[in-house]
């Protein structure tokens, strides 16, 4: 014979033996479920329901559950409470949802209990809403480790849901449930690992879900990640873990990546030092603003990192700083102007940025200064000053 017909004969002996197969189990059920065996029952209403190996009836479906949930079954009680609660079946009815799925509740069973805290909570399915009410039946569900249950009961600990906001058992809970899969949780711990290190870093089973999330592509997870073995190791071959991932995430536009990774090729840390990368990596945030940017670039180009130097672009990146409110490019300023490192010295525009930082607790300046400047030096300096904070102030607005 032919291989390849032999082949599709197989196949449909394959197909008619399984169907076989299926027609006998539904058979069984059905006579298990006349027989009034509760488990059978509620069976045959999730076949009808999901319409596995037959045509979907939601009416019969209902009709079934309703049979094992009087019987007390607990999953039947809950999957009729979700038919009158979404109107599958049978005319939509919130109360009749509730009270079935209360019914399961009271029974132990935690997808229902799960489900009544929400309702408390939501104030739905004809409920008021009782925040206390809704943290008692999540948490009969969270300590049976229902996982869905465990991180709805930390974000009730972590926003103050009925409980007092308490960020340790916040933590508990997501760990918790992170620890039996629950996305959600595993997506949260990954992207506030920083945030909340206080709480998680002392756990050793939440880096696995840092890491699984960072090899997803989460850019926070990833930038987190790289924060976890920079602080891991400052010295040794944890740091050097920590430049890829920041990479990554900056790559995907991740500005606290970029500037710790910036960082990074600055000093040298776990990669080979490269002041022209930083450059590169800073100028986006110095353009836009970054006051600590613009004071970093400043000391670049002024060669205190080894780089080219390039004393206008160093004076163009403090004097941006200074007017931005950095305390010490403003002193940067004042030997700039005084020394004439890129400018021609001015002793008046040193004065006036000596008194800018004297504003912020920087007087030495101020009163070295003072003695060498006539009394027209000073008032043209005092007027300087004026335009100077005035244009910090303007600065400060927009």
């Known amino acids: 014979m032919d291989m390849r017909i032999l082949s599709v004969v197989l196949v449909l002996i394959g197909t ?4 076989s197969h299926a027609n006998l189990q539904l058979e069984f059920l059905k006579k298990e479920a006349l027989e009034g065996k509760s488990r059978a029952q509620f069976g045959l209403g999730v076949v009808y329901e999901k319409g596995d190996g037959i045509e979907i009836d939601l009416v019969k479906a209902v009709e079934w559950y309703h049979k094992a ?22 005319l939509q009815n919130e109360g009749l949802a ?3 799925m209360q019914k399961a509740a009271k029974q132990y069973y935690a997808p229902a209990q799960y489900a009544v805290g929400v309702s408390f909570e939501k104030g739905e399915l004809g409920q008021k809403k009782d925040e206390e009410n809704a943290v008692l039946w999540v948490r009969r569900a969270a300590v049976q480790d229902y996982a869905d249950a465990q991180f709805k009961l930390g974000e ?9 906001s308490d960020m340790e058992k916040m933590a508990e809970w997501y760990i918790r449930a992170a620890n039996q ?6 997506l949260l711990i990954a992207r506030k690992f920083n945030q909340w290190s206080r709480y998680l870093s002392g756990n050793e089973s939440v880096i696995p879900h840092l890491l699984r999330m960072a090899e997803q592509g989460d850019s926070e997870s990833q930038y987190n990640l790289g924060v976890y073995y920079s602080n891991l190791d400052s010295k040794g071959k944890a740091i050097e873990k920590s430049v890829p991932w920041l990479e990554r995430a900056s790559n995907q536009g991740n500005n606290d990546a970029s500037r710790l990774l910036a960082h990074h090729y600055l000093k040298g840390l776990g990669v080979k030092k490269d002041t022209q990368k930083a450059t590169q990596l800073f100028l986006p945030f110095a353009e836009a603003g970054d006051s600590a940017c613009q004071e970093l670039l400043g000391g670049i180009y002024a060669g205190d990192e080894g780089g080219e130097i390039d004393l206008l672009e160093s004076k163009k990146w403090y004097l941006t700083a200074a007017k931005n409110g950095r305390v010490k490019s403003q002193v940067k300023c004042v030997f700039i102007y005084g020394t004439g490192l890129g400018v021609k010295s001015n002793r008046v525009e040193a004065y006036a940025w000596a008194m800018v930082a004297s504003r912020n607790g920087e007087v030495a300046y101020k009163e070295k200064l003072k003695p060498i400047l006539g009394v027209d030096e000073k008032i043209k300096a005092q007027k300087r000053y004026r335009i100077l904070l005035e244009e910090m102030r303007n600065r400060q607005k927009t």
């Open 16 to 19: 008619i033996i399984f169907s």
């Open 69 to 90: 949930a009087e019987q007390n079954n607990p999953d039947a009680q809950m999957a009729l409470g979700h038919c009158f609660s979404k109107g599958k079946g049978v």
């Open 98 to 100: 509730f009270g079935w």
């Open 156 to 164: 009730y600990y972590r926003l103050g849901v009925g409980v007092d």
């Open 181 to 186: 899969g629950n996305y959600p949780a595993q």
